[in-house]
Structures are given as C-alpha cells and as structure tokens.
C-alpha cells in the first residue's frame, strides 16, 4: 500500500485533530485487492474499449456512501480534491474524473448485484479470518427493524416491533458471513445456510459458540461434522441425557454398520464423522449434547462466548443496519451491501494495527 504520509497510519490517526479524520484516508490504506480482482474477472470483459472506472475505486465509494449514509447523489456531490485525492480517483487534464449518481449507482446495484455481494462477503470474509488469527465462531441473529407501516415484514412479539433478522457469523469480533430472513424464522433453520456461506474459507477453530436458540441433535452434529470442532451450545433446561448418545450406542451403530468401513477401533471422532455420513446424524448430535451436560467445567467454557450483541449494536450505529424506508425488493441487498462496507473498516483497521478494531467514531 502507499500511503501520503512517512509515518505509519496509526500514528496518524492516534494524532487525528478534533475536526476527525476522513474515512477516504481509511479507505487509502485499506488493501482489498482479492475482491477488486474477483470484480475484474467476474464484471467485465476484457475487450471493453469504452472509458470505465476502476472497481477498486467504484467500490471505494460504495463504502464511503455506506458509511457517510447519505444518497448516490450526496455521495458524488460531497467528494473534495483531497477525497478524490485518497481515493485515487483517475484524472484527465489535471481534473478529477468522479462518476455521476447514477452510474455509481449502476455499479452497485445491477454490476455487482445481491448474489455477487454474498460472493465478495466471503472473500472479505476470508480475509478477516486470514489476518485477525481468531478461532473462537460465534453464531447469533440481530433484529432488522423495519417501519411500522411495513405491509411485508412479520411482527415479532419477543422485539415487539415489525422486522427481518440478520444471521450471522463470527469470529471472535469480526462478522464473517450473513443471512437474511424474516422476523420469525427460528434461529437453528438458518444453521445450515450459514455454513454453506463461510464454506471454502480455511478456518480453524478453537470454539463455536450458540446459545440455547441453537440447541438440536442436527445442529450439534452439522457443526462437529462441517467445522470439525465440538460446539459450545447453551443446553435448555428441560433438556436430559439421551441414552441413544453414549459411547455404548455408538459403537453399536458403528458395528452394525461395519460393511460400510465402520470400525469399533477407531477414535471417537472418526465414529461420529463416519456415522454421520451414514444417516446417524441424529445419534452424534445426542453424543455430542451428552458431552456438554457432563462437563462440569460447560459454564466457564460457555462464559468465553463473545459479545457478540456488541458488535451488532456497533455495526448498527456505524451504518444503516434496518430496513425503514427501504423498497421491499432491496431490502436484503442492502443489508448485504452494509455489511460489507463494515468489513472492509474493519479489515483497514485489522491491517493497519488501528484497535481497538471496532474504534470509528473519530472518522467522518
């Protein structure tokens, strides 16, 4: 990356003034290059001879636009010589060249679109996991609010209010991947699209943390079989121990099955990844929830679950995370399109050794 200033970037914004430091000096500093080319190949062609923005650039202002919350129009309208400057705008006759409303709005709307925004929120994704060195995933939903007036939106008697709810991956404090849904899908049915949206990312975990919204036989076993790590999830309280999950059982299981390659010899871990692939998902799940109810020492491991409603109330208050005022066929886009905008700060921040990560309040 180059950068304005001799001195690093975190000593600039340590000395920030109290007039705040603009959120394009951020953005200079940020290198999301593997999402900039994934937009390359997948956006444009290669024989395209007409004058076109960069992408790096393009996207630059969709974060920008996010993050200043204001419209396609504002956005354009608000960018200084010294915005244009940092976002490395390109220039013609000593003047800078910026896109109208309507083409940044193009960009972003119909270029890159709602699938290609989950694509590139996985790549960010990748790269948060990649630099931050976190192994403890956390999974968890958010309120959506949405307008009273909402003829589309259920109401929810836990929120009391009208909304859609955000699911969300993480790791330790970085968002990792999301799924929309409506106000009252039940947590544990959104499991499974999780875990298809944060496949193909390297990730190795110490923990996986749920709390009891989360507990079922398939979850536990979903979780140990695809993540390969034994989940931490808040156990309800009617909530007994299954016979069908004890050790006993499942070497039965794994006898029984012994013409498909099962093997009583093999550890344990093996028994349940194998038993799963041969349609006992429901019996490692038991194993899986006996373990927690045995260990005596489940409280204190559940007591390192993150915060992670702090960061949904951050994000909320950094960017516009709600559907108030938001056309119904958009709503998801833009929630996508927010989401984002929040890991490219949070990647410049992770990248330029800026903590805590979460600190945007200084930027404008």
Known sequence: MVSFEKEPYSEVFNESNSDGLSICRLLHETDFYSVVKHIETKCYTSDSSHFRYSPEFMVKLVVLRAFRGQSFRKTIASLTTKDCKLLSAPKR???????????????????????????????????????????????????????????????????????????????????????????????????????????????????????GGYD??????????????????????????????????INHWVNKLWRNGGSIKAKINEKLRFLYENGRTETVGMYLRNQSMMDPHFEMRYGRRGDCETTHSHMKSILKFDVKNIRNTSKKFYILVNFFAYQILLLGHLQNGILPVQQFALYY
Request: hydrophobic letters at 35%; one cysteine or more; charged letters at 25%.
């Open 93 to 211: 006759n000593g003047h800078y060249l910026i896109p109208s409303p309507s083409t940044l709005h193009h960009f972003m709307r119909y270029r890159l679109d709602e699938k290609f925004f989950e694509e590139i929120i996985r790549i960010a994704g990748a790269q948060l996991a990649r630099l931050s060195g976190e192994k403890d995933g956390i999974i968890d939903s958010t309120p959506l609010e949405a307008s009273r007036y909402d003829r589309y939106a259920d109401f929810n008697t836990h929120y009391n209010c009208k909304m859609y709810k955000g699911h969300i991956f993480h790791l330790g404090n970085y968002p990792i991947a999301l799924v929309f849904s409506d106000g009252n899908d039940h947590d544990s049915t959104k499991v499974s699209d999780l875990l298809n949206r944060i496949s193909g990312i390297p990730l190795k975990f110490s923990n996986l943390f749920a709390d």
């Open 216 to 249: 079922s036989f398939q979850i536990h076993a979903d979780i140990f079989y695809h993540l390969r790590v034994i989940p931490t999830i808040c156990v309800r309280e009617n909530a007994v121990i299954q016979d069908e999950g004890t050790e006993k059982r």
